[in-house]
């Protein structure tokens, strides 16, 4: 199984940002996917989830500002992130889990930087 995120890196307060997740090795439509993130120092904490069926879930902080989305022939999820702060600065991670089997899996995470 391999989750392979990319799209981060450098950004000004304010700008935005694509992150993208490859999945393979899983029947990707089962699966519900999500983004994660780390910042220094700090637990990793949900940014955003979308299940297998669509719905979508966002952190109170992130609702406005980001849109989780999946394409599911692709095997593809994509976090857009606009209005990027300082404060979301982060390395980004993605998860794919399907609950009915406790698979779980964890992509190896692309580092977002804002600066102000």
């Known amino acids: 199984v391999q989750l392979q995120a990319s799209g981060g890196g450098l950004v000004q307060a304010g700008g935005s940002l694509r992150l993208s997740c490859a999945a393979s090795?899983?029947?990707?439509?089962?699966?519900?996917m999500g983004w994660y993130r780390q910042a220094p120092g700090k637990q990793r904490e949900l940014v955003a989830t979308?299940?297998?069926?669509?719905?979508?879930n966002y952190a109170d902080s992130m609702k406005v500002r980001f849109t989780i989305s999946r394409d599911n022939a692709k095997k593809m999820v994509y976090l857009q992130m606009n209005s990027l702060k300082p404060e979301d600065t982060a390395v980004y991670y993605c998860?794919?889990?399907?609950?009915?089997?406790?698979?779980?899996?964890w992509g190896q995470g692309t580092l977002v930087t804002v600066s102000s």
């Open positions: 998860n794919a889990n399907w609950l009915a089997t406790k698979r779980d899996y």
């Open positions: 090795g899983i029947i990707f439509k089962f699966y519900g």
């Open positions: 979308i299940t297998n069926g669509g719905s979508t």
